[in-house]
T-cell receptor, first 110, second 115 residues
Framework: GQNIDQPTEMTATEGAIVQINCTYQ??????LFWYQQHAGEAPTFLSY????GLEEKGRFSSFLSRSKGYSYLLLKELQMKDSASYLC???????????FGKGTRLHILP | EPEVTQTPSHQVTQMGQEVILRCVPI?????FYWYRQILGQKVEFLVS????????KSEIFDDQFSVERPDGSNFTLKIRSTKLEDSAMYFC?????????????FGNGTRLTVT
Protein backbone atom coordinates (compact mmCIF):
# COMPACT_ATOMS: atom_id res chain seq x y z
CA GLY A 1 0.00 0.00 0.00
CA GLN A 2 0.90 3.64 -0.12
CA ASN A 3 2.17 5.30 3.02
CA ILE A 4 2.83 8.94 3.84
CA ASP A 5 3.75 9.68 7.46
CA GLN A 6 3.81 13.00 9.28
CA PRO A 7 3.66 13.90 12.96
CA THR A 8 0.09 14.51 14.07
CA GLU A 9 0.69 17.72 15.99
CA MET A 10 3.49 20.17 16.74
CA THR A 11 3.73 23.30 18.85
CA ALA A 12 6.09 26.22 18.33
CA THR A 13 6.50 29.80 19.51
CA GLU A 14 5.84 32.95 17.52
CA GLY A 15 9.05 34.15 15.87
CA ALA A 16 10.72 30.75 16.08
CA ILE A 17 11.57 28.16 13.41
CA VAL A 18 9.80 24.81 13.01
CA GLN A 19 10.55 21.79 10.82
CA ILE A 20 7.74 19.43 9.81
CA ASN A 21 8.92 16.05 8.55
CA CYS A 22 7.30 13.73 6.04
CA THR A 23 8.34 10.23 5.02
CA TYR A 24 6.77 8.37 2.16
CA GLN A 25 6.66 4.88 0.66
CA UNK A 26 4.70 4.86 -2.56
CA UNK A 27 4.66 2.66 -5.64
CA UNK A 28 5.51 5.67 -7.82
CA UNK A 29 7.05 9.06 -7.25
CA UNK A 30 7.11 12.11 -9.48
CA UNK A 31 7.28 14.89 -6.96
CA LEU A 32 6.16 16.05 -3.53
CA PHE A 33 3.90 18.93 -2.60
CA TRP A 34 3.32 20.77 0.66
CA TYR A 35 -0.04 22.35 1.30
CA GLN A 36 -1.39 24.51 4.12
CA GLN A 37 -4.94 23.99 5.35
CA HIS A 38 -6.65 26.27 7.85
CA ALA A 39 -9.55 24.74 9.76
CA GLY A 40 -12.69 24.58 7.64
CA GLU A 41 -10.92 25.76 4.50
CA ALA A 42 -9.44 24.23 1.36
CA PRO A 43 -5.76 23.29 1.12
CA THR A 44 -3.55 25.93 -0.48
CA PHE A 45 -0.30 25.19 -2.31
CA LEU A 46 2.99 26.03 -0.59
CA SER A 47 5.82 24.21 -2.39
CA TYR A 48 6.86 21.49 -4.81
CA UNK A 49 10.03 19.38 -4.92
CA UNK A 50 10.97 16.80 -7.52
CA UNK A 51 14.79 16.90 -7.33
CA UNK A 52 16.86 16.37 -4.21
CA GLY A 53 17.65 19.52 -2.31
CA LEU A 54 16.18 22.61 -0.80
CA GLU A 55 13.64 24.95 -2.38
CA GLU A 56 13.27 28.31 -0.68
CA LYS A 57 10.26 30.57 -0.93
CA GLY A 58 10.25 33.47 1.49
CA ARG A 59 9.68 32.23 5.05
CA PHE A 60 8.97 28.71 3.81
CA SER A 61 11.52 26.16 2.55
CA SER A 62 11.07 22.55 1.55
CA PHE A 63 13.65 19.79 1.28
CA LEU A 64 13.56 16.46 -0.50
CA SER A 65 15.71 13.33 -0.40
CA ARG A 66 14.37 10.82 -2.90
CA SER A 67 16.77 8.08 -1.84
CA LYS A 68 15.52 8.32 1.75
CA GLY A 69 11.85 8.91 0.90
CA TYR A 70 11.99 11.99 3.09
CA SER A 71 10.94 15.61 2.94
CA TYR A 72 10.59 18.45 5.38
CA LEU A 73 8.92 21.83 5.42
CA LEU A 74 10.76 24.56 7.29
CA LEU A 75 8.85 27.59 8.50
CA LYS A 76 10.86 30.57 9.75
CA GLU A 77 9.82 33.66 11.72
CA LEU A 78 6.59 32.00 12.74
CA GLN A 79 3.47 34.14 12.88
CA MET A 80 0.16 33.42 14.59
CA LYS A 81 -1.48 33.06 11.18
CA ASP A 82 0.78 30.05 10.50
CA SER A 83 -1.39 28.04 12.90
CA ALA A 84 -2.83 25.47 10.48
CA SER A 85 -2.45 21.92 9.26
CA TYR A 86 0.41 21.20 6.87
CA LEU A 87 -0.17 18.43 4.37
CA CYS A 88 2.49 16.44 2.57
CA UNK A 89 1.32 15.02 -0.78
CA UNK A 90 3.00 12.74 -3.32
CA UNK A 91 2.49 12.85 -7.08
CA UNK A 92 2.56 9.14 -7.72
CA UNK A 93 2.71 9.03 -11.48
CA UNK A 94 3.46 11.56 -14.15
CA UNK A 95 -0.10 12.31 -14.97
CA UNK A 96 -2.59 12.02 -12.28
CA UNK A 97 -2.71 10.51 -8.84
CA UNK A 98 -1.78 12.77 -5.93
CA UNK A 99 -2.22 11.33 -2.44
CA PHE A 100 -2.02 13.13 0.88
CA GLY A 101 -0.63 12.36 4.28
CA LYS A 102 -2.79 12.89 7.35
CA GLY A 103 -1.35 16.34 7.94
CA THR A 104 0.48 17.96 10.84
CA ARG A 105 -1.52 20.37 12.97
CA LEU A 106 0.80 23.23 13.97
CA HIS A 107 -0.04 25.32 17.03
CA ILE A 108 1.73 28.66 17.45
CA LEU A 109 2.04 30.08 20.95
CA PRO A 110 2.50 33.82 21.56
CA GLU B 1 -6.44 35.17 -9.96
CA PRO B 2 -8.52 32.38 -11.53
CA GLU B 3 -10.06 29.97 -9.06
CA VAL B 4 -11.97 26.70 -8.82
CA THR B 5 -15.60 27.25 -7.80
CA GLN B 6 -17.87 24.69 -6.17
CA THR B 7 -21.60 24.69 -5.55
CA PRO B 8 -23.40 24.30 -3.27
CA SER B 9 -21.22 25.14 -0.27
CA HIS B 10 -23.39 22.95 1.94
CA GLN B 11 -25.77 20.13 0.97
CA VAL B 12 -27.99 18.21 3.36
CA THR B 13 -29.62 15.05 2.07
CA GLN B 14 -31.38 11.98 3.37
CA MET B 15 -29.80 8.54 3.25
CA GLY B 16 -30.54 6.81 -0.04
CA GLN B 17 -30.98 10.03 -2.01
CA GLU B 18 -28.89 11.01 -5.00
CA VAL B 19 -26.72 14.12 -4.84
CA ILE B 20 -24.77 15.99 -7.50
CA LEU B 21 -21.87 18.18 -6.49
CA ARG B 22 -20.80 20.77 -9.02
CA CYS B 23 -17.45 22.30 -9.85
CA VAL B 24 -16.11 24.77 -12.37
CA PRO B 25 -12.35 24.16 -12.73
CA ILE B 26 -9.90 26.85 -13.82
CA UNK B 27 -10.55 27.41 -17.50
CA UNK B 28 -7.22 26.40 -19.06
CA UNK B 29 -6.68 23.41 -16.78
CA UNK B 30 -6.69 19.90 -18.19
CA UNK B 31 -6.74 17.59 -15.15
CA PHE B 32 -9.66 17.45 -12.76
CA TYR B 33 -10.01 15.76 -9.39
CA TRP B 34 -12.40 15.00 -6.58
CA TYR B 35 -11.16 14.53 -3.03
CA ARG B 36 -13.08 14.09 0.18
CA GLN B 37 -12.19 14.91 3.76
CA ILE B 38 -14.17 13.41 6.62
CA LEU B 39 -14.13 15.76 9.60
CA GLY B 40 -10.80 15.57 11.39
CA GLN B 41 -9.32 13.13 8.89
CA LYS B 42 -7.02 13.32 5.90
CA VAL B 43 -7.73 14.52 2.38
CA GLU B 44 -8.57 11.33 0.45
CA PHE B 45 -8.20 10.90 -3.31
CA LEU B 46 -11.39 9.79 -5.04
CA VAL B 47 -10.86 10.19 -8.79
CA SER B 48 -8.90 11.98 -11.48
CA UNK B 49 -10.25 12.87 -14.90
CA UNK B 50 -8.44 13.78 -18.10
CA UNK B 51 -9.43 14.00 -21.74
CA UNK B 52 -13.07 13.26 -20.91
CA UNK B 53 -12.42 10.03 -19.08
CA UNK B 54 -11.45 8.75 -15.66
CA UNK B 55 -7.67 8.26 -15.49
CA UNK B 56 -7.37 7.01 -11.90
CA LYS B 57 -9.80 6.12 -9.13
CA SER B 58 -9.49 4.92 -5.57
CA GLU B 59 -11.16 2.01 -3.77
CA ILE B 60 -13.58 4.52 -2.26
CA PHE B 61 -14.86 5.43 -5.74
CA ASP B 62 -17.22 2.47 -6.16
CA ASP B 63 -20.30 2.05 -8.35
CA GLN B 64 -22.22 4.58 -6.26
CA PHE B 65 -19.99 7.35 -7.56
CA SER B 66 -19.71 8.82 -11.02
CA VAL B 67 -18.14 11.89 -12.59
CA GLU B 68 -19.04 13.82 -15.68
CA ARG B 69 -17.89 16.84 -17.63
CA PRO B 70 -21.17 17.67 -19.35
CA ASP B 71 -19.87 20.78 -21.13
CA GLY B 72 -16.65 22.74 -21.49
CA SER B 73 -16.74 24.22 -18.02
CA ASN B 74 -18.54 22.06 -15.43
CA PHE B 75 -17.24 18.93 -13.68
CA THR B 76 -19.68 17.02 -11.50
CA LEU B 77 -19.57 14.27 -8.89
CA LYS B 78 -22.73 12.20 -8.47
CA ILE B 79 -23.40 9.92 -5.53
CA ARG B 80 -26.28 7.66 -6.49
CA SER B 81 -27.57 6.47 -3.13
CA THR B 82 -25.99 8.31 -0.25
CA LYS B 83 -24.97 6.59 2.97
CA LEU B 84 -24.33 8.13 6.38
CA GLU B 85 -20.61 7.55 5.93
CA ASP B 86 -20.60 9.73 2.81
CA SER B 87 -20.90 12.78 5.08
CA ALA B 88 -17.72 14.75 4.43
CA MET B 89 -16.26 17.82 2.77
CA TYR B 90 -15.85 17.19 -0.94
CA PHE B 91 -13.15 19.17 -2.71
CA CYS B 92 -12.82 19.61 -6.43
CA UNK B 93 -9.34 20.44 -7.74
CA UNK B 94 -7.70 21.05 -11.08
CA UNK B 95 -4.18 21.15 -12.53
CA UNK B 96 -2.96 22.82 -15.67
CA UNK B 97 -0.87 20.01 -17.11
CA UNK B 98 0.87 16.75 -16.40
CA UNK B 99 3.87 16.34 -14.10
CA UNK B 100 6.30 19.14 -13.50
CA UNK B 101 5.49 22.20 -11.54
CA UNK B 102 1.73 21.85 -11.70
CA UNK B 103 0.08 21.91 -8.29
CA UNK B 104 -3.53 21.13 -7.48
CA UNK B 105 -5.77 24.18 -7.13
CA PHE B 106 -8.67 23.42 -4.79
CA GLY B 107 -12.17 24.81 -4.66
CA ASN B 108 -13.65 25.83 -1.32
CA GLY B 109 -15.48 22.53 -1.00
CA THR B 110 -19.03 21.26 -0.57
CA ARG B 111 -19.92 20.06 2.90
CA LEU B 112 -22.23 17.07 2.44
CA THR B 113 -24.34 16.00 5.40
CA VAL B 114 -26.29 12.75 5.06
CA THR B 115 -29.02 12.25 7.66
Amino acid sequence: GQNIDQPTEMTATEGAIVQINCTYQTSGFNGLFWYQQHAGEAPTFLSYNVLDGLEEKGRFSSFLSRSKGYSYLLLKELQMKDSASYLCAVLMNRDDKIIFGKGTRLHILP
Amino acid sequence: EPEVTQTPSHQVTQMGQEVILRCVPISNHLYFYWYRQILGQKVEFLVSFYNNEISEKSEIFDDQFSVERPDGSNFTLKIRSTKLEDSAMYFCASRSRTGGYSPLHFGNGTRLTVT
